[in-house]
């Protein structure tokens, strides 16, 4: 691969990493950057996830810095995380995706408009505290969340910052903070079964690592500086962007 191809892929890669930090979907930038530079798919899945698992691991650092993880909620939901992600890497080649694919593209569908909508979504911390109910919830969305990033992963990012505004209404800020370290949770145990398995391509990963690390941090510190200002109509503007590309690639 051209020393040209590579610096582009890094200019995406950047791109994508800051707007994934703030509000998920930069997958959707990488993947087809990736395939269009010729990589097969099960190399630009790997690839993909170890870059990515960096500039998850990036803004997670910035946003723990920034105290803005509820580590008495997050402590119940990363093993059900870890969980999930495993199972679903492990289910990948049992299931046909296609019905996977339809089932996330109306739940995005619901999840932009019904955030569209609601003008007071996500614009102030209502939490409550962490109870029974809250860690079963969080358990279950921990799990279901990331078996499905182990199994699929687009848009994994944007349903766990929405689960997290709308389920337990934490402010866009904290919700965004809270959605990174699951994610990178599921992030790296899907890299580690990629790595094992000789999926990654380290020449193109590194370099655009590096380029996706500088993205993700960047992007995490405007979304703490901004919050709800810059994340709602990012976020709104992903969910819609990744059902463009599920109703495209289902078609």
Known sequence: MSITTIIILCMVGF?????????????????????????????????????????????????????????????????????????????????????????????????????????????????????TKIIVMGSIVGFTIGFYDGFFGPGTGSILLYAFIRFFEFDFTMGTANARILNFTSNITSLVLFAYHGRIVYSIGIPMAISMILGAFLGTKMAIKHGGKIIKPIFVSMSLAIVVKLIIDTI
């Open 15 to 131: 791109a994508a990493s800051f707007i994934d930090s703030i509000a998920g979907g930069g997958g959707i930038l990488t993947v087809p950057a990736l395939m269009a530079a010729g990589l097969p798919p099960h190399l630009t899945l790997g690839t993909n996830k170890f870059s990515a698992t960096n500039a998850s691991f990036t803004s997670t650092l910035t946003f723990i810095n920034s105290k803005k993880i509820h580590f008495p909620l997050i402590k119940y939901m990363l093993p059900f995380s870890f969980l999930g992600a495993a199972l679903g890497v492990t289910a990948v080649l049992q299931i046909n995706e296609k019905y996977l694919n339809i089932i996330i593209l109306i739940l995005l569908i619901i999840v932009a408009l019904n955030t569209l909508l609601s003008k007071n979504i996500g614009s102030t911390n209502n939490f409550q505290g962490v109870n």
